[in-house]
């Protein structure tokens, strides 16, 4: 299965497209992090996202996607402006016909390092050796958008290997 | 000029298209609200009111957009979900080339009432009165989103004065 991931931001957001082989062993199909400029209007901002993620879900063909659930933490102002590009983001995946899974920060970190308060710093460094990759992705943005997909992947292959053992 | 008002909400999104007339009279050309099921999934909530905001738009043909700018009195979640429909509602009117306005509540109040702090009978009677309509619009999610639309009427027209009196 292949799963894009979305950690979305007021200024970048982040999105890794992981792909899980037959033998379990974990892919980075890509990552990157779209940049927004503060001086562009929102109605802009929020069309340039939603563009570049259609764009990155053609060239990369995720079968599904997973998006960070945010309820904490926050100010008022910053989560309206967060739930702007949220929206968006959903909306480029419903567009595609994808289904989307929402993961709570606590789920994403203990499903990838063990540890659901586990800093960024440690979360970066076991996505690098989760995905085998030379260097830890860049920026931190990209880094959550894979963290986010291999948490998908990781329930998946769980609630998969449930429904086995379960028939 | 015939503006779009967008009023977002969780459960109805209100729209409202209103004509401001050579002479300055106002007509209501459209309102009615998006009616979301709690029961759908949030992404498919957010094609609906994607799909129907773009269909109005092509119906209704308006040349610009307004919207209400909301950083007051939400809690962090309502703000969230708020924050994504605003989002989308916000990307429809990009992705038709529209201008997108924003106006605080106070704004928008002051300019159809003439007083900030009155009351959404009070805004739904003044309505009814500066567009003589037969009956107030409901729900009060279209009124809402008619007071939008006016408010940047009359602020496009204030604009406009001023621009010609500088000349």
Redesign the interface.
């Known amino acids: 299965m292949r799963v894009l991931g979305i950690d979305c931001g007021g200024e970048y957001t982040g999105y890794g497209v992981v792909e899980m082989q037959g033998s379990g062993r974990l892919l980075c199909v890509a990552c990157g992090a779209i940049k927004l400029s503060p001086q562009e ?4 901002r ?2 340039r996202i ?1 563009a570049q993620l259609g764009e990155i879900i053609t060239e990369y063909r995720p079968e599904e996607v997973a998006i960070e659930d ?3 933490a ?4 910053s ?10 983001a ?2 480029a ?3 595609a016909g994808l ?2 899974s929402e993961y709570s920060p606590l789920t994403i970190k203990s499903s990838v390092v063990g540890y659901g308060r586990a800093e960024k710093q440690q979360v970066q460094a076991m996505i690098t050796r989760l995905l085998a990759l030379p260097s830890a992705p860049q920026p931190m943005d990209a880094s959550d958008a894979l963290a986010i997909a291999i948490c998908h992947l990781h329930t998946a292959a769980t609630l998969h290997r449930q429904s086995v053992s379960a028939h």
């Open positions: 209007k929102l109605p802009l929020l069309s939603f945010v309820f904490y926050l100010n008022v102002k989560a309206l402006k967060l739930g702007q590009i949220r929206g968006v959903m909306l995946a419903a567009s289904p989307v």
